[in-house]
């Protein structure tokens, strides 16, 4: 594995305009993305996780501009795609494609499977219709479908099978870097596997990289290299998946992590129960996010917002427990404030 | 465990769908009980028959085109497919209580909390004053672990998380003291955080109140962390039931096996998730042999051609395999018991 990383994202933000009133008067911002930096290399895997409401799904889109930054940078192959006029980021996205979570409603059920897996490569006019009809009979097959699966319609198909489809559209422009969202939240177990297997098989196969935004910890640490937590806008935690799971410095992380049911009944964890819920985005507490449920609070949390910084070697954390300045650094700081 | 009296027992229940493409035997002959004060788990994945069960047990399937053709449903010896809808509605909410997995869907949302909480206690409890029903709701969220609970009264539904809608439904699903409590999938729609504190809620109400819960639920991670028995659920019928140890450590049906090791597990990593090949089979699309043959890496000759009945491999365990029937294992020299 090369440890390039083909994109880079710096102080990305989107802050969404609260508006009232018959003139639409801006009152507030939700700010759903706020702050985030990351980076993912070259054939590896970077996890996502984070529950409702994280801005996990909003940092996916933004990635690929299907919602404009606020601001930020995002740096794809020595490019920063914030700066393309949409002409040229149309061109850029066939090299950055994604999967949706609901394999239904993104595929369009009027139209054949060879319709659907032939348009991508018709935009960015790839091929001749014989050369791309071959194509897609190619790809049917990658993915585990057959040959003859290209005349029918979206709604012949099984869950997990039209979750194969929405890979191999994805697959057809030959891209980087795929990002995925949910890909997996909506199947049944036994074919969560299967579709697991087949993304982990066609990474090797075709050297993709992988943004896996998800919500299920067990998923995630299954097929990430490294994973990042995200708690309402904010990164709050990203580390080697390993490392994470064994040893998560962020109390968020710690306590999401306990949350899990593990399917075992034998399985003695000491669960961090979490109080109260998610607070509204558009209002989010002062400090670090996280202090209104935070098992570990002091009194500086309320105040300052924490930054990400690397706490071990590639292991970040966003927490004034691990916080770089020294006891008195923050005394000073609280006296201050 | 001691002995418990059986309060629920369901006896060779059938539910047909009848649409236009044929009849659907969703739920498909199936037996079992549920005791007083236990947490029965019932898990599978979709178009299982898992969902069908709990409503046949409401009386609550859509009809038509859903019928019950056949069988008991025995609460305290009396059956509930006998009664009228008037003695039916008595025993709901009484008797057996259900909760759902959007509590949204389940709340009017034109009304207070307060409002839907005093209706349902004034409904129970005829002859009560209205000031004793806002006491008795007020009580109910408290117990269910709301803070502010006397000011919740005054909220409508939107005004809460999802979380909080959810603690409100199991308030209003306790009005009357249950017996049993029906819980379908409650903590799929909530982020995890959330959903343990839901769970832990169930735990407690169960220990506290004895009340049994039937809890529905596709998530085998639920299941290990809150229930004590458990039947695993595959096309319509039953194919395993043992207590949750056993199931985990011991499971005996190939299906439960490979879904037990599907799970990508959060404490390690796996090279290879193990997958069961095939999909899940639409519900009544396989008519011979047993319904997990195709998708069975054990399957031999007789499991395309007869279904497999429920056999006891020991006295808390059942699978529903021919590799289990004692009297027909010459019927499998090619293949051994094997346990993975």
Sequence with gaps: MTTKPLLKVENLKKYFPVKKGLLGKTVGYVKAVDDVSFYVNEGETLGIVGESGCGKSTTGRMLMRLLEPTEGKVEFDGKDLTSLTSEEMRKTRRDIQMVFQDPYASLNPRHTIEKILEEPLVVHGIDNSKERKKKVREFLEIVGLSAYHAKRYPHQFSGGQRQRIGIARALMTNPKLIIADEPVSALDVSIQSQVLNLMQDLQKDFNLTYIFIAHDLGVVRHISDRVGVMYLGKMVEIAESEQLYAQPLHPYTKALLSAVPVPDPNHQKEQILLEGDIPNPANPPSGCTFHTRCPAKMDICMKAIPKLFEQYSGHSVACHLYSELSGNDIKQMEGSL | ?340
Aim: charged letters at 25%; a neutral charge; glycine letters at 8%.
């Design chain 2, 1 to 340: 465990m001691g002995e418990r009296k059986t309060v629920l027992q369901v006896k060779d229940l059938q539910t047909t769908f009848f649409t236009d493409s044929g009849e659907i035997p969703a739920v498909d002959h199936i037996d079992f009980h549920v005791k007083e004060g236990e947490i029965l788990g019932i898990v599978g994945e979709s178009g299982c028959g898992k969902s069908v069960t709990s409503l046949s047990i409401m009386g609550l399937v859509p009809k038509p085109p859903g019928k019950i053709v056949g069988g008991e449903i025995l609460f305290e010896d009396k059956d509930l497919l006998k009664m009228t809808e008037r003695q039916m509605r008595r025993i709901r909410g009484n008797d057996i209580a259900m909760i759902f997995q959007e509590p949204m869907t389940s709340l009017n949302p034109l009304f207070t909390i307060g409002n839907q909480m005093t209706e349902a206690i004034l409904i129970h409890e005829k002859g009560w004053s209205k000031k004793k029903a806002v006491n008795r709701a007020v009580e109910l969220l408290e117990l269910v672990g709301l803070p502010r609970a006397a000011e919740m009264m005054r909220d409508y539904p939107h005004q809460l998380s999802g979380g909080m809608r959810q603690r409100v439904m199991i308030a209003m699903a306790l009005v009357c003291d249950p017996k049993v409590l029906i819980a379908d999938e409650p903590t799929t729609a909530l982020d995890v955080t959330i959903q343990a504190q839901i769970l832990k809620l169930m735990r407690d109400l169960n220990t506290r109140l004895d009340t049994a819960v039937l809890l529905i639920t596709h998530d085998l991670g639920v299941v290990a962390e809150t229930c004590e028995r458990v039947i695993v659920m595959y096309a319509g019928q039953i194919i395993e039931e043992a207590p949750v140890k056993k199931i985990f450590e011991d499971p005996q049906h190939p299906y439960t096996k490979g879904l037990i090791q599907s799970i990508p597990d959060m404490r390690y990593k796996k090279e290879r998730l193990y997958s069961i090949p095939g999909n899940v089979p639409k519900p009544g699309s396989i008519k011979q042999g047993c319904r997990f043959a195709a998708r069975c890496e054990f399957a031999f000759d007789r499991c395309q051609k007869e279904n497999p009945a429920l056999y006891e491999t020991s006295d808390v365990h059942d699978t529903r395999c021919f590799l289990y029937d004692k009297e027909g294992v010459e019927m499998n020299d090619n293949k051994t018991l094997v346990k993975s």
